[in-house]
């Protein structure tokens, strides 16, 4: 096989093998509870080219291992990620972990205890 027909089989091979593109989970994730609204603060970093395309589509909030929200997403609010506000009633020592899942690849979990 000469070099050129290898180039173009290779080619040929990456072209038509499916992949996710530039899909990847959140990167990071920022989790305030403000107690005297009783508000949880989320604030999710998921870069997309296209946030309507690629975007965070479901976050889970755990409040002592049970699930206590979720949100479904069909897009993000900006190309650098998504920040959201959800009601939670907690006191000192609850436990709250966040699961941020991405639409075509991935998550990112978080967790802070409350103070």
Do not use: W
């Not at 929200?69 to 993000?76: N, V």
């Not at 966040?98 to 991935?106: D, P, Q, W």
């Amino acid at each position: 096989m000469n070099r050129l027909t290898t180039c173009l089989l290779l080619l040929g091979i990456f072209i038509f093998i499916p992949h996710n593109g530039e899909a990847h989970p959140p990167r990071d994730m920022e989790i305030v509870f403000i107690e005297e609204e009783q508000v949880l603060e989320i604030s999710m970093i998921h870069v997309s080219s296209d946030p309507r395309d690629h975007f965070i589509r479901t976050v889970i909030v755990y409040k002592n291992g049970e699930e206590t929200d979720k949100r479904l997403f069909t897009k993000q609010t900006t190309a650098q990620g998504l920040t959201i506000q959800m009601p939670l009633q907690a006191q000192s020592g609850d436990v709250i972990e966040v699961k941020a899942i991405c639409n075509k690849a991935g998550f990112k979990t978080a967790s802070i205890t409350i103070e």
